[in-house]
């Protein structure tokens, strides 16, 4: 059987996740996702490809169906390395959010790029273990934000939410906080340094 995944007026990264949703599925090995950009185009069947997916693309009129069909992998067994690979790093994944824009540019643009991140981030492996806001990201995780029910959903996904207490003071938002734990710099301090790995947007 194969499944149809019609992601035709939606905006990057939609198609994307509406189509690894569907591969996640017991039938997801045939899909059909139909697009109406390039950009849509390349992006799901780039993706498709590096998750083992034959991709076909045909064109209707406006639209792309690209055909998505898992192929077989042969399984061989892999040579002993002669040296052990080295251990993965102990400790949290933490994710460093310092601002309410993603890159540098228009401010726009930022805005834009922050949203489809963080609505991006609940469909990506692997989860951060906690996420830190400061200076203007916290005006993420406070009434009206763009990204807060994201937030929400990773938070009540089991990731830690920690916001910077003098921060939100700073901004006059400490009484709009909507997700996570209003914390100090001592305890993000802490998480920072005994972190796995940090990443910072």
Do not use: W
Request: proline content about 6%.
């Amino acid at each position: 059987m194969t499944r149809i995944v019609d992601a035709r007026g939606l905006a990057c990264p939609q198609p994307v996740i509406l189509t690894r949703r569907a591969m996640a599925e017991p039938d997801g090995a045939s899909i059909v996702t139909i697009v109406d950009n390039e950009t849509a185009r390349h992006n799901v069947s780039r993706m498709a490809a590096k998750a083992g997916y034959r991709v076909e693309v045909e064109e209707r009129g406006d639209d792309f169906y690209l055909h998505l069909s898992k192929e077989e992998v042969k399984v061989m067994a892999a040579p002993q390395p002669a040296v052990a690979p080295a251990e993965p790093a102990a400790g949290p994944l933490v994710l460093v959010v310092p601002g309410d824009r993603m890159g540098r540019g228009p401010e726009e643009l930022g805005a834009i790029l922050i949203r489809a991140f963080f609505h991006t981030l609940g469909e990506v492996e692997p989860q951060p273990d906690v996420i830190i806001f400061f200076n203007e990201g916290v005006k993420l995780v406070v009434e009206g934000s763009p990204v807060l029910e994201d937030v929400q959903a990773l938070a009540e996904s089991g990731v830690e939410i920690l916001a910077c207490g003098t921060c939100l003071g700073f901004f006059e938002l400490k009484e709009k906080v909507a997700v996570g734990e209003v914390s100090n710099m001592y305890t993000i301090a802490e998480t920072m340094l005994r972190a796995g790995k940090v990443v910072s947007l």
